[in-house]
């Protein structure tokens, strides 16, 4: 943020207090629309720095979006609209790296994260009571996920007690 306009803030205050005291009120207005003119100005700038910091330095990147919603006017935003956002060129590439995946059918939800403790149903060879036992999840439990793996302990109890 430019120091100028902060500067430039309390000398028009200190103007508008000086006026002030000579009871000149023609000039204390004409001080007063300055001050919220570089007020609104610096609201300006800091809000076109959060964008870049957003989307990265792009001259004329707000003229853009305000065009995108002058065009598009009267459709339905998303509630709550502070949810939608532009997406850099990196997240792009990412998103259409997971949209092809998804529509080849490479494209996993796992139930838990790798490393997550889950509880597995054990039944030993002799036929003897099965155990609940708890582990940490990896890639090769997915075929089993809610047949013998279960996210709590709870759930492979239930699971137990289920007639087969």
């Not at 001050?35 to 964008?51: I, N, Q, T």
């Not at 997406?87 to 080849?104: C, I, R, S």
Request: net charge negative.
């Amino acid at each position: 943020m430019d120091r100028d306009i902060e500067k430039d803030l309390i000398e028009i205050e200190c103007a508008i207090k000086s006026q002030e005291e000579k009871d000149n009120m023609f000039t204390v207005s004409v001080l007063q629309r300055c001050h919220k003119l570089v007020s609104e100005l610096k609201e300006y700038r800091e809000l076109k720095e959060r964008l870049n910091s957003v989307y990265g330095e792009c001259d004329g990147i707000l003229e853009v979006i305000v065009n995108h919603l002058e065009h598009h006017e009267g459709i339905d935003l998303p509630e709550p609209v502070f949810k939608a956002r532009l997406l850099t060129d990196g997240e792009v590439d990412k998103w259409e790296a997971f949209k092809a995946l998804e529509e080849q059918g490479k494209l996993l939800k796992l139930p838990c994260a790798v490393g997550d403790t889950v509880y597995c149903i054990m039944t030993s060879v002799k036929g003897t009571n099965p155990t609940i036992f708890s582990q940490k999840f990896d890639y090769s439990m997915i075929d089993c996920f809610e047949k013998t793996v279960f996210l709590s302990r709870e759930e492979a109890e239930t699971a137990l007690e289920a007639p087969n």
